[in-house]
């Protein structure tokens, strides 16, 4: 073997071994990203609206149950209220400003939470659209995004939520928190076992009933304009198994139910920036 041969093969050996150890690196990256997401999931989502009646009738009317307004949570101190559609594996709440000088003061006291901005969506173009997610062990050292602790009266002594820093300067993202366990919602395999509901509480077996047949959210899209995919939270979010945030003409959300076995879709614009696949 003459010393050209001896180069090539040489040559060819650091390029073979540079290969690997940059597959080898690219699979470390995805993996770290992949750990970092199987630590969150999904818990509810939320859609800022401004008509919380014509807006619940609007899925009411393709066939989803509400929850009663009566059992309705009112977010004291923070100046809003919801108005919630529960599911096997989730909700979905409708939340609106219940009290202006609340929800002012509030901003006051908590300015680098970005509630202001969302209640204002129509006028600043602002994502009406939070995702809410729980972290493993409700390890906040899990939480892989800037954060900012918040506690609320309505919330429980030493409880809290953790509110991501960039929701309030990307206003264009859904707005991203992470809830504590007592809040998290409940799930539930199927609709048999609802009877695991406690007795006093049986009522609300009926609120995860509803006459379209839904039962499971089984993935998220939400669109945005002018959206930077590449800020810390979305990516991690877009690391989150059946979630997608992407770019698009306007702000809209696309909810798909049990897998859209029933190839149904609505398209409840303009009320509501959402379509449901059932």
């Not at 901005?117 to 050292?141: C, T």
């Not at 366990?181 to 609709?191: C, Q, V, Y």
């Amino acid at each position: 073997m003459n010393k050209h041969n001896h180069i090539i093969i040489l040559i060819l050996f650091i390029g073979l071994f540079s290969c690997k150890n940059e597959k080898k690196n690219e699979f470390k990256t995805n993996q770290t990203t992949l750990n970092i997401s199987s630590d969150l999931e999904v818990d509810h989502f939320n859609i800022w609206v401004t008509n919380p009646k014509k807006a619940k009738e609007r899925l009411n009317n393709i066939g989803f149950t509400s929850v009663p307004d009566s059992l309705s949570q009112v977010h004291k101190g923070q100046g809003t209220a919801g108005r919630y559609f529960n599911f096997l594996n989730g909700y979905l709440e409708l939340i609106f400003v219940y009290g202006q000088n609340e929800l002012e003061e509030n901003n006051k006291k908590n300015n680098k939470l970005d509630f202001i901005e969302r209640a204002n969506f129509q006028k600043n173009g602002a994502s009406p659209f939070s995702i809410a997610l729980k972290v493993n062990d409700y390890n906040v050292e899990k939480i892989p995004f800037k954060k900012i602790r918040y506690h609320q009266d309505w919330m429980e002594e030493n409880a809290n939520i953790y509110s991501a820093e960039n929701s309030k300067t990307h206003l264009k993202e859904p707005s991203i928190f992470v809830v504590y366990p007592k809040i998290e919602s409940e799930r539930f395999e199927t609709l048999s076992a609802l009877k695991n509901i406690p007795e006093e509480y049986a009522l609300w077996r009926e609120f995860y009933k509803h006459p379209n047949g839904a039962q499971k959210i089984t993935d998220i899209i939400i669109t945005s304009n002018d959206l930077n995919l590449n800020t810390e939270t979305i990516k991690v979010v877009n690391g989150i198994e059946n979630v997608t945030v992407k770019n698009g003409k306007e702000h809209l959300m696309e909810l798909f139910f049990d897998n859209n076995i029933q190839g149904k879709s609505y398209d409840l614009r303009p009320e509501l920036p959402l379509i449901v696949h059932l």
